[in-house]
């Protein structure tokens, strides 16, 4: 079983930055894939980024591409999100999820465990 918590959302200007934290817990953190989801009022949640065990490998949504960056450390059992160039159309709850397979995908489907989410609002 393993355990996701998020932290790090707030309210931001666009243009402004935010870094979203994830803490895992459970032994296995090293082997397991992690995603980034969003999900906005009255939309369904979609994918943000994906990064392999190892950190290696990464893949972005195109909205998002070249203004967030995921990143991970297996040590300390975190993912983050930073989030730069913020647009009033980044604001949603964003999700956490682990994929136990490790490879990184953007399926939902794909990851068993997920966070309870964090508020991103941008105001423009």
């Known amino acids: 079983q393993v355990q996701l918590v998020e932290s790090g959302g707030g309210l931001v200007q666009a243009g402004g930055s935010l870094r979203l934290s994830c803490a895992a817990s459970?032994?296995?953190?090293?082997?397991?894939?992690m995603g980034w989801f969003r999900q906005a009022a009255g939309k369904e949640r979609e994918f943000v980024a994906t990064?392999?065990?190892?950190?290696?490998?990464?893949n972005y949504a195109d909205s998002i591409k070249g203004r967030f960056t995921i990143s991970r450390d297996n040590a300390k059992r975190t993912v983050d999100l930073q989030m730069n160039g913020l647009k009033p159309e980044d604001t949603a709850v964003y999700y956490c999820?682990?994929?136990?397979w490790g490879a990184g995908t953007l399926e939902q489907s794909d990851y068993d465990y997920w966070g309870q989410g964090t508020q991103v609002t941008v105001s423009s």
């Open positions: 459970g032994r296995r953190f090293s082997t397991y894939a």
């Open positions: 990064i392999n065990w190892s950190g290696a490998s990464t």
């Open positions: 999820a682990a994929d136990p």
